[in-house]
């Protein structure tokens, strides 16, 4: 997964720098995002605490990498070569209130796609999207173009919120969760602690996208 994650990044970043979007879509197939959000949702609506932290985790590492990447190969390059900031770039490097809405539709989307059986890899692609660019582009203008970091992190963690968000309301609206009566009750308390967590981040992102930077 780690390695699909490191290919999908040098991919995607190949195609920032050229300013070529047909690159980036090409990255997002190999990009293993989705997995890890959509097993976090499940897990929610479950109950499973355990799987929820595994999942939470993993999406922790799999970031971290695809930050840590862009700014290792972003950082290597500029000794070699003047890098370009592009349209690519620069339209993520500006947060919104928007994104978060586009972010919680998809993550919704994504949810009733895997329930009517859409292939995983149409779906994994709208997640990776949402997560994989901006997550690189943090890094990326930390290396080229510093006064773009702020904004770029904000919109990634807008987007892993609100997907994560839009992910368990698609998990609710399924009726997804165990059969038992205390297997119910302890998935409800579960899934109404996350879903307040992720609404007071939410709302701090939301802060944070409209101050002026």
Known sequence: MIAMAAIASVVALIGL??????IVIGAMLLSPLLGPIDSFAISAATGNFRLVRTCLKTIVILLAGIVLIAFVASY?????????????????????????????????AVMIALST???????????????????????????VYPQGAFGAAILTLENVAGLMAGCMI????????????????????????????LVILIIMLLFLSVLPI
């Open 17 to 22: 720098f050229l300013n070529n979007v047909g």
């Open 170 to 197: 698609g998990g609710i609206a399924l009726q997804v969760g165990p059969r038992s009566y205390r297997e119910k009750v302890t998935a409800k308390t579960l899934a109404v602690r996350i879903g307040w967590v």
């Open 76 to 108: 290597l390059l500029s000794f070699a070569m003047d890098l370009p900031i592009t349209a690519e770039i620069l339209s993520r490097t500006v947060a919104s209130p928007v994104y978060v809405i586009m972010a919680i539709l998809l993550g919704f």
């Open 117 to 143: 059986g859409i292939s995983e890899n149409i779906a994994g692609v709208a997640v990776a999207a949402a997560l994989l660019p901006p997550a690189m582009i943090t890094k990326i203008a930390l290396a």
